[in-house]
Nanobody
Framework: QVQLVESGGGLVRAGGSLRLSCAAS????????MGWYRQAPGKQRELVAI???????NYADSVKGRFTISRDNARNTVYLQMNSLKPEDTAVYYC??????????WGQGTQVTVSS
């Protein structure tokens, strides 16, 4: 069984920064992809950024140049550094771990609120 624990959400003014963390525990295999998704009220959950165990990254166009995803394989932890935050970044942010077999796990979510 795998558990994901997120932290780092909160309230910030537009232009500010936050750093999200997601620590995975349990039966973790090195070959996996970890990422962040978000869901705003009334909207579908969307990809924010993902990083493979090899370090390859992919970002949503809306966050390119502002957000940076990284991971510490030794700690099974993924981070999301969010800079120049905008009110439209307000959402619940979810961590996801996906094994290459297709099995995936989600965290409980952390609220990020950006005030204008």
């Amino acid at each position: 069984q795998v558990q994901l624990v997120e932290s780092g959400g909160g309230l910030v003014r537009a232009g500010g920064s936050l750093r999200l963390s997601c620590a995975a525990s349990g039966s973790i295999f090195r070959a996996n992809t970890m990422g962040w998704y978000r869901q705003a009220p009334g909207k579908q959950r969307e990809l924010v950024a993902i990083v493979t165990s090899g370090g390859s990254t992919n970002y949503a166009d809306s966050v390119k140049g502002r957000f940076t995803i990284s991971r510490d394989n030794a700690r099974n932890t993924v981070y999301l550094q969010m800079n120049s935050l905008k009110p439209e970044d307000t959402a619940v942010y979810y961590c996801k771990l996906q094994f290459y077999s297709g099995t995936n796990y989600w965290g409980q979510g952390t609220q990020v609120t950006v005030s204008s």
